[in-house]
T-cell receptor, first 115, second 114 residues
Framework: AQKITQTQPGMFVQEKEAVTLDCTYD???????LFWYKQPSSGEMIFLIY??????QNATEGRYSLNFQKARKSANLVISASQLGDSAMYFC????????????FGGGTRVLVKP | KAGVTQTPRYLIKTRGQQVTLSCSPI?????VSWYQQTPGQGLQFLFE???????NKGNFPGRFSGRQFSNSRSEMNVSTLELGDSALYLC?????????????FGSGTRLTVV
């Protein structure tokens, strides 16, 4: 069965600094996708970045980049130049090709950006 | 392009009652998935509907059910509500194409059972 682990329940980061959020996954399926979502207090899940298991390059989207280490089964999110609006819960999620559109989520990391 | 619309946003129900939540996906998206989010269990997959058929189901009791209409709008129903059903219920509209696949979530329905 697939599993996603986020070991950091919460962290503080200084405004304008970079922060790395950890995510490790476990699956024997060779075809999968990894997602990061941001969830502010309003509840909506906002898509940040995606990495496919066969992608050769690490994904980047603006201030977000994904440090994909396939052999280690890790997909860490890096947020550069943190802003106050980045304060939120962050979830790592995985989709297995064999499981259709089902997403499996990690437990999340709460990020608080300090001015 | 309109996003995923979930109604209602907030709901308070009494134990033993039933509730129906609605999700309207992005136009053209045929797949709708539902998730339950609680502080204790985190985000858990409930079920997925595609073209009016349930395609995948999570590990939830039969009190949780859903359906999808021909316009892709989906409803989920919870019967005989329990206190533990208090949660944020999120639906996700998904697409698959030559560019890959993706998901867009609604803002959720926050259900409180008293």
């Amino acid at each position: 069965a697939q599993k996603i682990t986020q070991t950091q329940p919460g962290m503080f980061v200084q405004e304008k600094e970079a922060v790395t959020l950890d995510c490790t996954y476990d699956t024997s399926d060779p075809s999968y996708g990894l997602f990061w979502y941001k969830q502010p207090s309003s509840g909506e899940m906002i898509f940040l970045i995606y990495q496919g298991s066969y992608d050769q390059q690490n994904a980047t989207e603006g201030r977000y980049s994904l440090n994909f280490q396939k052999a280690r089964k890790s997909a860490n999110l890096v947020i550069s130049a943190s802003q106050l609006g980045d304060s939120a819960m962050y979830f790592c999620a995985m989709r297995l090709k064999a499981a259709g559109n089902k997403l499996t989520f990690g437990g999340g990391t709460r990020v608080l950006v300090k001015p | 392009k309109a996003g995923v619309t979930q109604t209602p946003r907030y709901l308070i129900k009494t134990r033993g009652q039933q509730v129906t939540l609605s999700c309207s996906p992005i136009s053209g998206h045929r797949s709708v998935s539902w998730y339950q989010q609680t502080p204790g269990q985190g985000l858990q997959f409930l079920f997925e509907y595609f073209s009016e058929t349930q395609r995948n189901k999570g590990n939830f009791p039969g009190r949780f059910s859903g359906r999808q209409f021909s316009n892709s709008r989906s409803e989920m129903n919870v019967s005989t509500l329990e206190l533990g059903d208090s949660a944020l219920y999120l639906c996700a509209s998904s697409w698959t194409g030559d560019q890959g696949y993706g998901y867009t979530f609604g803002s959720g329905t926050r259900l409180t059972v008293v």
